[in-house]
């Protein structure tokens, strides 16, 4: 009886709570093109073993944003767009201080996540309207606002510009 009463409460909760306020406990959709990026380590949502295996569209869905910069890589200013580090972390429910970013080319590097609160910091997708592939810096790149702050100009923040970048786990 007991749990019968246990059991109507929590599906009378759910029923008023709605599926707003569950929404951040929702699984993830399940990817339907080649997955780009991985995402793993200290999130809420997933839609694989303990990660979120995002496609492109599924990233694009998050929010498209645009920064014109240049980079220390780049001759003169690209415009590149992508979805804010910031925006993708939220999603995910993510609650850790910092990202292990790693790439294709096996490169990795640590970021701390007040990067990504401090900085419009992008997860590039394409650059002068065209889609990062492989070989040139995809699938997903790291831009910082260069052209917007001039203490990026620091050596660490190229180093955390990885590029080819197809994982990220939160610590
Ligand atoms: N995928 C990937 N991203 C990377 C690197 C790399 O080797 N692979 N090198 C990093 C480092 S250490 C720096 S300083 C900058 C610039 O590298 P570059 O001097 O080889 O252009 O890119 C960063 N992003
Ligand atoms: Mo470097």
Redesign the pocket.
């Known amino acids: 009886m007991i749990r019968l009463a246990c059991s109507v409460f929590v599906v009378l909760l759910v029923a008023v709570m709605g599926p707003s306020s569950t929404d951040a406990l929702t699984a993830l959709k399940q990817p339907s093109g080649r997955v780009i990026l991985s995402v793993s380590g200290e999130i809420e949502r997933t839609n694989a073993d303990d990660r979120a295996d995002f496609d492109r569209a599924m990233l694009e869905a998050i929010g498209m944003v645009e920064l014109e910069t240049v980079t220390?890589?780049t001759e003169g200013s690209t415009v590149f767009r992508g979805i804010l580090a910031r925006d993708l972390l939220r999603y995910l429910g993510a609650t850790g201080s910092q990202v292990e970013a790693a790439?294709?080319?096996l490169?990795e590097?640590t970021i701390p996540i007040d990067d990504f609160e401090q900085f419009d910091v992008l997860i590039a997708l394409e650059a002068d309207g065209k889609q990062l592939r492989v070989r040139d810096h995809g699938p997903t790149w790291i831009i910082y606002p260069w052209s917007q702050h001039e203490e990026l100009g620091k050596?660490i923040y190229?180093?955390r510009?990885?590029?080819?970048?197809n994982a990220i786990d939160v610590r």
């Not at 510009?161 to 970048?165: E, H, L, T």
């Open positions: 220390p890589f790439a294709i080319d490169y590097v050596e190229s180093r510009s990885i590029w080819q970048m």
